[in-house]
């Protein structure tokens, strides 16, 4: 919404520099988001009267003109094609400086002197789109005599600021200039002139009868006839303040209906009475597959959710949206109907979204007109028609429906209100706000009986209240306090949370920087490094890469590994905290599930001139969830499982990763297929349910007394067959000595030169404890032979 | 002392001071102190002197002796303290080389963000709630007050997977749910961070997907007024100590009233700047009383109980505070962009800088 600072002021006293108008505007809810400043950048702005036009001698499209500027007449070359001889126009006087930094000097076009610039709408800064189509391709030229020498902008009405609201959606009582000037009035005070609306019917009854079929799509419509009307421009000030507003005037019948839009926020609709073809007009809703041609000449073909107004037979307007070509006013037009109704918001705006037109009218029916500006309007359209185009005004309104003209009721109190805002007003102080608003209040024994005239029947609760009371108080003005609770409760991070800050601080200090992915993936990515499948896929992607849920975190750490190695950042590694998707179905919720996934690739610590560093290969990421469980107290829990579940994976240098007995993910290294078509080398990655391990709860540290006797170790060597994994034998020893063995780890694996083919070697440390004795020599024969008894019988050479 | 001893003392300082080595000294001691040795093979003198003689021999041979051992421990020491200086020296580094690489990671900035407006919010009570992505209509939009026909529900705004189902567009259906849970009962203190999703294409300044952080109190007596001051200490703690906070009115439909919180500029102080559009303020959040149909909903009184609820966009919080340019960059996980996200921070200089 535009709002011209000449135009509110015919609605309203108001004398504050632009500036704190606006400041004051936005300050109470409605953002001014530009003042647009027709006077900036403009110097030497005149009037001139063209005394005569005779050809450059030199220059076909130009002309000579002789233009009295008030002090003075001068010659000015004009190239416009429209510029003749006795006519008012704008000129820019040597000296004088227009919009984007011109500035007009004494000039000699081809050998004639020019002192000045005859200026179209265009030069002193109107926008294209708003120019007349009379205009557009020349100069300006003034409809009626004016002073030469007074200043133009002021004979323009551009003397003027315009401020640009940017309305939230609640706010629709700003959307015409009456509404400004109420929310002015609120502001600054002072009391708000309706625009003159007065009528002089002639003897002749009005000839239209209203029919509505579906009174909750058209709840009311009414007409007013006026005949005779000469087409015609529309006075200068109305097509100005039209421009300011952001419509671009056609003729006097067209505009007064945008102008009396514009002040009321009542759509109007002009119909050419003698194209209508009927004496009745029918509103109903459309056919299914209904044909309509609206007046931008396109045919439309309409649902039985859009609202039709019809001459008994056929279509003349879409409802709220546009009207028909077919009872378009045109040059011709000598009689017409003015519409002014009332349509179902919701079916309004269904059919501008469907048919993508959204206009000025649409956008008001969307949001709902009030109902006591729809009578006042037609009368005011009706007054303009007679005043500018010479009409006459037939008798009587036709109307059907009924308008709900009785101010609404909003009980309240100033205790109600105080408690919502914290604040301490009187009595007195609610009912001075609300009157500056231009509510009435009624006090009760109990409260205060708020008054809504229509035009804010967006105020519906207490609530509403509390907020037009706070924000013409002034936000500023309202204390600042903290709550006092009814019970105080401790605010803390759940065990969950904090395990998940401690897991990204000790990846972060584990060398690995934490991503943050889109969940919305390509369907094609779907089922890598996952069992799953399917996937969640949206209604209307924007494109085919975000298309479809993630149902695993890894491959887009893939994509974040290639793309900082194809930058020059060859040793990446990254994790991330993220949900994965498990579809139920389109119509269900998901199994969201947090997990947590990393990537290695490259040399990681590496220290070049050591030449020393860790590999991204499978153990090193087990080496980074080793010690993650082990933070997490699950380390004895945790197992890993040889495995080969996934494509995308190495399947000799894959785990599977067991908690308890749950599987809870993998860890492994990409296959390296997969990876060279990604420009990884070695690349290693996990990815495991986080949701599964932050539920375990381990409780606090059990703390052990330290040890009062030594510990024992014996080493032992075994050629074993290659195939056979070193978990295998500790589970052999384990199971051999149950007693006293605290810690068993291999510490030597061999393969190789002096090994038989298929056989490699084996070298464990084994540690005894007896907390209540020191063990001998002869205590630890008697336990480590069994073991290596049993390490025989399971078919391992023992080597000396 | 005899002669024959004077002529080993002789002998032996003779042969010490052409010693420069432990091994020549060891060697030396066995030759002189051995079994076999010279002061040793004095001893066996004794068994040709009489009773009477012996004694002062012995005392004699003992002062020999040492008077030698003293000697070779003196030099003993000298030698082992010559090598140790010397292996010292040998040992010796380039310590202006690096040292071995331990790598660190670095926090998105999104998450450390996100991570101290928790932690503010704890320290006054808050608990955090994280819900769902992909969510039911119901939540999201309707127990929010915005029933289905609600203008400002826009269609190309939502992520839709079916009629009902869609990705949150922000994350207020975790309040929605938090209050339902209640059963009518407060106090509700929570903060609920989150991804959430809009029909957007990405580019500098739009992402499809981002960041939220809101925040939820309801309790008997919540004022507007509370909502002032909370926000006004959250704004000094996240964003310095001389930050200004003002509320404008504005429009959401699940409060009532609504406003758009501002905070003085923590770039310009509020002289106007790049930051601030020349303005002085910066728009962070929105917030306001909740409304009561949201209320009701849920299973509240709104009669009986109130509440205030805000939120904000961590992403444009950390664009703002660390003057990223590029909203695309908090998501495309370049090391050169996370890892420059390695350090902590501080207040600053008398908390000034955010």
Known sequence: ?800 | MTVEMETIQLEFNDKLSAVDNSKALSDLRVEYLGKKGKVTGLMKEMKNLSNEERPAYGQKVNVLRNEIETAIAELETELSAAAMKEKLQAETIDVTLPGRTMDIGGSNPIDRIVEDIEDFFIGLGYEIKEGYEVEQDYYNFEALNLPKSHPARDMQDTFYISEEILLRTHTSPVQARTLEAQKGEGPVKIICPGKVYRRDSDDATHSHQFTQIEGLVVDKNIHLSDLKGTLELFAKEIFGDDREVRLRPSYFPFTEPSVEVDISCFKCKGAGCNVCKQSGWIEILGAGMVHPNVLEMAGFDSKEYSGFAFGMGPDRVAMLKYGIEDIRHLYTNDLRFIDQFIPTEDGGEAHASI
């Open chain 1, 1 to 800: 919404m535009q709002v011209s600072k000449e135009w509110l002021k015919t609605f309203i006293d108001i004398d504050v520099p632009t500036n704190e108008l606006s400041e004051k505007i936005t300050r109470g809810g409605i953002e001014v988001d530009d003042i647009i400043d027709y006077t900036a950048d403009i110097k030497n702005l005149v009037v001139g009267y063209v005394k005569s036009v005779k050809p450059h001698p030199e220059a076909d499209r130009l002309n000579l003109c002789e233009v009295d500027t008030g002090e003075e007449v001068t010659q000015i070359v004009c190239g416009a094609p429209n510029v003749q001889a006795d006519s008012y126009v704008i000129v820019s006087k040597v000296g004088g400086r227009l919009p984007g930094g011109v500035k007009i000097k004494r000039a000699k076009l081809r050998g004639e002197v020019s002192e000045g610039m005859i200026c179209s709408l265009q030069e002193i800064g109107v926008k294209e789109e708003f120019v007349p189509a009379e205009y557009q391709d020349g100069i300006f030229i003034f409809n009626t005599a004016q002073t030469p020498g007074e200043d133009a902008l002021t004979a323009l009405y551009l003397n003027d600021q315009v401020l640009e609201f940017d309305l939230t959606p609640n706010r629709k009582d700003a959307l015409s200039m009456i509404g400004a000037a109420y929310e002015t009035s609120a502001l600054f005070g002072g009391d708000v002139k309706a625009p003159e609306s007065s009528v002089s019917e002639i003897d002749d009854v009005i000839t239209m009868n209203i029919e509505n079929s579906d009174s909750e799509a058209v709840p009311f419509y009414a007409v007013r006839e006026v005949k005779n009307v000469e087409i015609k421009p529309a006075p200068l000030w109305m097509q100005i303040r039209l421009i300011k507003a952001g419509i671009r005037p056609i003729n006097n019948v067209v505009d007064i209906s945008n102008y009396v839009l514009m002040e009321y926020g009542q759509p109007l609709h002009m119909f050419d009475r003698d194209t209508i073809g009927s004496d009745k007009i029918v509103t109903r809703l459309a056919k299914k597959d209904e044909a309509f041609t609206t007046l931008d000449g396109k045919e439309r073909t309409l649902t039985e959710n859009d609202i039709v107004i019809t001459n008994g037979e056929v279509p003349i307007a879409l409802a709220g949206v546009m009207g028909g070509l077919d009872s378009e006013v045109t040059a011709q037009t000598v009689n017409v109907v003015i519409e002014s109704a009332l349509f179902d918001p919701v079916k309004v705006r269904k059919t501008s979204s469907r048919l993508n037109l959204r206009s000025e009218a649409s956008q008001r029916f969307e949001k709902g007109v009030s109902h006591e500006f729809i009578l006042p309007a037609v009368n005011r359209a009706a007054h303009l028609l007679e005043k500018y185009a010479g009409g006459k005004t037939l008798k009587g309104i036709a109307s059907e429906g009924a308008l709900n003209l009785e101010p609404g009721v909003i009980q309240t109190s100033a205790s109600f209100i105080n408690n919502r805002l914290g604040t301490d007003l009187s009595h007195a102080d609610i009912l001075e706000t609300l009157e500056k608003l231009g509510l009435g209040a009624e006090e009760t024994s109990d409260g205060i009986n708020v008054i809504i005239p229509s035009r804010r029947d967006d105020l519906k609760i207490p609530e509403d209240i509390s907020e037009e009371v706070a924000r013409i108080f002034g936000y500023d003005n309202i204390p600042s306090t903290l709550p006092e609770y009814s019970t105080i409760t401790p605010g803390r991070l759940s065990d969950e949370q904090s395990e998940v800050r401690v897991i990204k601080r000790q990846l972060n200090a584990q060398g690995f920087s934490q991503a943050i992915n889109y969940a919305l993936t390509s369907k094609k990515r779907i089922g890598e490094f996952t069992d799953l499948s399917e996937s969640l896929a949206l209604l209307m992607p924007m494109s085919e890469d975000r298309a479809v849920l993630r149902t695993s975190l890894v491959p887009h750490l893939v994509d974040n590994a290639m793309y900082n190695v194809n930058r020059q950042q060859k040793n990446v590694s990254l994790f991330e905290i993220g949900k994965i998707f498990v579809t139920n179905g389109q119509d269900q919720l998901p199994d969201e599930v947090e997990m947590l996934a990393g990537i290695v690739t490259g040399e990681q610590h590496k220290t070049a001139w050591t030449q020393s560093f860790v590999p991204s290969d499978f153990y090193t990421v087990k080496g980074v969830l080793n010690a993650l469980f082990a933070k997490l107290s699950l380390a004895e829990r945790v197992s890993y499982v040889q495995a080969a579940p996934h494509d995308e994976l190495h399947p000799g240098r894959t785990a599977e990763i067991y908690l308890d007995d749950k599987k809870i993910g993998f860890a492994g290294e990409l296959h390296p297929q997969y990876a060279e078509d990604y420009d990884l080398g070695q690349t290693a990655v996990f990815e495991i349910n986080l949701a599964e391990v932050l539920k375990i709860k381990t409780g606090s540290i059990l703390y052990e007394f330290l040890p009062k006797y030594p510990s024992m170790s014996r080493d032992v060597a075994l050629e074993v067959d290659s195939s056979v994994n070193v978990s295998e034998i500790i589970d052999v020893i384990k199971d051999a000595a149950p007693k006293y063995l605290t810690d068993v780890y291999p510490f030597d694996i061999y393969e190789g030169e002096h090994m038989a083919d298929g056989k490699k070697s084996v070298a464990l440390h084994l540690t005894y404890l007896n907390r209540e004795k020191t063990l001998t020599d002869k205590d630890i024969e008697a336990l480590h032979t069994p073991v290596e008894d049993a390490l025989v019988k399971a078919g391992y050479t023992v080597r000396g």
